[in-house]
């Protein structure tokens, strides 16, 4: 289990699709079950091999850090699984995705799963023309071929891995579908989307305007959404959860919603205020706040204040450096320090000994000058007189 604990930290649902293809349906289950144990167990620090870089940004605080595997140099274990390319099935099934009959589009969606299914790992070669053909699926006005194509996105996510990187701009389509009122799609979006981040991480969708259209939209489905799905996503972000300073993008989304007139957007917003704040900064709410008129302005500085501390608490703290360890055995080469000291000292003191001048008694009429050896004795004289 320690072994699956290890392989789940690093390559994540990856896992089960290399098991994907096994009979053994106990074997599947113990994995599951397995995996469910140490869900949210920090896999153990690589010792030989694979290093893991936990840091992109230029150390200054306006960069996000979060452990990505390989994005910064680091080899990530997804690089290992023998993936297909079934770029050429997808161009295929076009013809059925762009059909007039909705039957077709929804066969088209059907036939695209199970080809995704059995390949499950694949490369992040789509095609030359499938994934105009998905995202129009996913704005289809019939409502089964529209579920479908939410469907095939979230098992996309699960086949491409690491590949959903190259493709952040599918994922960002999945973000307008929150404003259906059914809670079926609701649901099926936001699961979809959690798979994608699973991959992706929420750090691409922050470095720009992907979100920023949604926390402004009028539709409140899609901001109440928007803001606790966000909220939990920050919340699960990996140490250091330093996030991009673009995440002040959204804050004047955010103070739109604090003030909305649905209760929900409201609490959705004031949920995920200091979850932003952590990462933006008092300061800089405030500054954000200062272009508001007089009453919002209120409104939302009385917020920040009360959510103050709550935000420091969440900021996140940068790690202590660490000294490298000596190359050489301490005890050693204390010991060589101590002897190679104390033979220093030795050899200082005899020299000092042997520099210091021996008072000997001067010789008569050396160093003196004429007449002054005499004169001691001819004051004697006077005396006897």
């Known amino acids: 289990s320690s072994g699956i604990n290890a392989e789940y930290g690093y390559s994540g649902a990856a896992i089960l699709n290399a098991f994907s293809?096994?009979?053994n349906k106990n074997t599947l289950s113990q994995i599951e079950a397995a995996i469910d144990k140490y869900k949210n167990a920090k896999p153990p620090a690589p010792t030989r091999g694979i290093t893991v870089d936990e840091t992109d940004g230029d150390g200054d605080g306006d960069e996000a850090v979060e452990v990505d595997g390989a994005d910064d140099g680091g080899m990530d274990l997804e690089d290992l699984i023998e993936?297909?390319?079934?770029?050429?099935?997808?161009?295929?099934?076009?013809?059925l995705l762009d059909s007039s009959a909705w039957k077709e589009r929804a066969e088209g969606l059907e036939n695209v799963e199970k080809t995704m299914n059995s390949a499950a790992n694949i490369t992040p070669n789509l095609g030359s023309d499938f994934m105009a053909s998905l995202k129009g699926r996913l704005a289809d006005k019939n409502m089964a071929v529209k579920?479908?194509?939410?469907?095939?996105m979230a098992t996309l996510g699960k086949v491409l891995g690491a590949g959903t990187k190259k493709h952040k701009d599918l994922m960002v389509l999945l973000v307008p579908l929150l404003a259906d009122s059914k809670k079926t799609i609701q649901s099926q979006v936001i699961e979809a989307m959690n798979i994608w981040v699973e991959h992706l991480t929420i750090r691409p969708l922050l470095t720009g305007e992907d979100l920023v259209a949604a926390s402004t939209d009028n539709n409140p489905n899609i901001r109440t959404l928007l803001y606790t799905w966000l909220a939990d996503q920050i919340k699960a972000t990996k140490t250091p959860?330093?996030?991009p300073k673009e995440l002040n993008l959204l804050v004047p989304g955010l103070y739109k919603s604090l003030e909305d007139r649905n209760p929900d957007v409201r609490k959705a917003a004031q949920a995920c205020l200091p979850y932003i704040m952590a990462h933006v900064g008092f300061g800089g709410m405030m500054e954000k706040s200062s272009t508001l008129d007089t009453k919002s302005k209120k409104t939302i500085q009385d917020l920040l204040e009360k959510y103050k501390e709550e935000a420091e608490a969440l900021a996140?703290?940068?790690?202590?450096?660490?000294?490298?360890?000596?190359?050489d055995d301490p005890?050693?080469?204390?010991?060589?320090?101590?002897?190679?000291?104390?033979?220093?000292?030795?050899e200082t003191d005899s020299g000092a000994e042997s520099s210091v001048p021996s008072k000997k008694p001067a010789k008569k009429g050396l160093g003196k000058k004429p007449g002054a050896a005499t004169a001691p004795s001819s004051k004697k004289k006077k005396k006897k007189k």
Do not use: H, N, Y
Not at 83 to 95: N, V, W, Y
Not at 147 to 152: D, E, P, Q, Y
């Open 21 to 23: 293809d096994t009979d």
């Open 83 to 95: 993936r297909k390319d079934i770029s050429a099935d997808l161009d295929k099934a076009c013809s």
């Open 147 to 152: 579920t479908k194509a939410i469907g095939v």
């Open 241 to 243: 959860p330093k996030l």
């Open 316 to 327: 996140p703290k940068k790690a202590p450096k660490q000294k490298a360890p000596p190359k």
């Open 331 to 346: 005890p050693a080469k204390k010991a060589q320090a101590d002897s190679l000291r104390s033979s220093t000292v030795e």
